[in-house]
């Protein structure tokens, strides 16, 4: 018991601890050992998206859209000033537009690696990283909790 003293520990050690505390409330858990990609055992969640994050945009966005559509334009008046003309560059507008094609172009192969990602971990095959030195080197511990068997 010293890790919980020490409130310190590896995989395999936080594994077991959880482990034992499963056990003795009634669950039916098990320490796994295997191997794993190097953005599971160095926690690396770059990757993931936070369903918070999103639940917030499309709040914001939603919002957003309510405030423009209950914005009443003014009446003109007789003595209003004039907008100013706003010149834009055609050569600015269309880096512009590149630039744009090329960020979706990116974010839709991001996607789909991510994508084949998600597909390949639901497939018990870890997705590895191809520059990766360590392939198949890591090895990594998680408790595994069945269901159905509580006392």
Not at 27 to 43: E, L, Q, R
Not at 125 to 132: G, I, P, Q, T
């Amino acid at each position: 018991m010293s890790v919980l003293n020490w409130q310190a520990g590896d995989c395999f050690d936080m594994s077991v601890v959880l482990c034992s505390l499963l056990i003795g409330v009634g669950y039916d858990a098990y320490v796994v050992t295997g191997y794993a990609p190097k953005s599971v055992t160095t926690n690396d969640q770059s990757k993931t998206t936070c369903p918070v994050l999103e639940a917030e945009v499309a709040l914001a966005e939603e919002e957003e859209k309510k405030a423009r559509e209950n914005v009443v334009e003014a009446k003109a008046s007789k003595y209003s000033v004039k907008k100013a003309v706003v010149l834009e560059s055609q050569f600015v507008r269309q880096q512009q537009k590149e630039m744009q094609t090329r960020q979706l172009e990116e974010a839709e192969a991001r996607r789909k690696m991510e994508e084949e990602e998600l597909q390949a971990i639901n497939a018990g095959l870890a997705a590895v990283e191809v520059e990766d030195e360590m392939i198949s080197k890591r090895v990594h511990c998680w408790v595994l909790v069945l269901a159905g068997k509580r006392e």
